[in-house]
C-alpha cells in the first residue's frame, strides 16, 4: 500500500543488536508507531535483502542521512543488488563517488534525484551533465518542508526562499540531452501575495 518508502540509518551494528531491520513498507493496524490517528504495527526483516524486496523498478524513495552520516548503508548494499532501476530519490545529498548513494548512480539505478546538495559526486555531475540523470534542485529547509507537509497530509505549502530564482520562475534544467542540450526543465512555482 505503501508509495514511499522511509529508509533510517542501520549500520552493521544497529542491524546485529536489534536482529532485524524495521521497514514501514506494510502498514497493518496495531498499537502505536504513528504520529496520526492511525497507528501501524512495525514489520521486522532478518535482513536488508528482505526489507527492500518489494521495492520495484520505477519506485520512489526517500533516503535518510546527512552527507554521509545516518544513511542506510546496508538499505542502499541491498538495493545494489536488487539491480532495481529507474529508482526517484529523495535526499539532502547524493553521496560520493564510491559511497552512500554514489553507489547506486554509479550503477545508473537512479533515475531522478531531488535533492538540496550535489557538490561531491563527480559521477553525479557527469550523468546530469550527460543527459542520464533528472535533477531537482530544492532549498535544504525547503526539502525538509516538503518531507514534513507530505508525510502530515497537507498538499501545499508557500515559502520565501528561491522567489525570483530558477527554483520560483521555472527553466532550471532538470535533465539534458546527450548533446547538451536541454530536455527537460523545471515548472514555475505558484506565487500568492499576503
Keep these: 500500500m505503501a508509495a514511499l518508502k522511509v529508509f533510517s540509518a542501520c549500520n552493521k551494528n544497529s542491524a546485529r543488536q536489534t536482529k532485524g531491520l524495521l521497514s514501514i513498507a506494510s502498514f497493518e493496524q496495531s498499537r502505536t508507531f504513528s ?55 529523495v535526499s539532502n545529498n547524493a553521496g560520493v563517488d564510491n559511497f552512500g548513494l554514489g553507489l547506486l548512480l554509479r550503477q545508473n539505478q537512479i533515475k531522478r534525484m531531488i535533492s538540496s546538495y550535489v ?21 535544504q529547509g525547503t526539502l525538509a ?18 522567489y525570483g530564482t530558477l ?13 547538451k542540450s536541454v530536455e527537460i526543465i523545471s515548472d514555475p512555482r505558484e506565487v500568492s501575495q499576503p
Design 35 to 89: 504520529a496520526s490517528r492511525t497507528h501501524y504495527k512495525a514489520k521486522f526483516f532478518d535482513s536488508a535483502v528482505d526489507a527492500t524486496q518489494d521495492i520495484g523498478d520505477g519506485a520512489k524513495l526517500l533516503v535518510g542521512g546527512f552527507g554521509l552520516c545516518g544513511i542506510p548503508e546496508n538499505l542502499i548494499a541491498a538495493l545494489l543488488q536488487s539491480k532495481v532501476k529507474g529508482l526517484t530519490v
Design 145 to 162: 518542508e516538503r518531507i514534513r507537509a507530505g508525510g502530515a497530509g497537507i498538499p501545499a505549502f508557500f515559502t520565501p526562499t528561491g
Design 119 to 139: 557538490g561531491e559526486n563527480a559521477e553525479f555531475e557527469r550523468q546530469y551533465l550527460e543527459g542520464e540523470l533528472e535533477v531537482e534542485l530544492t532549498p
Design 167 to 179: 527554483i520560483q520562475e521555472g527553466g532550471a534544467p532538470v535533465k539534458y540531452n546527450p548533446d
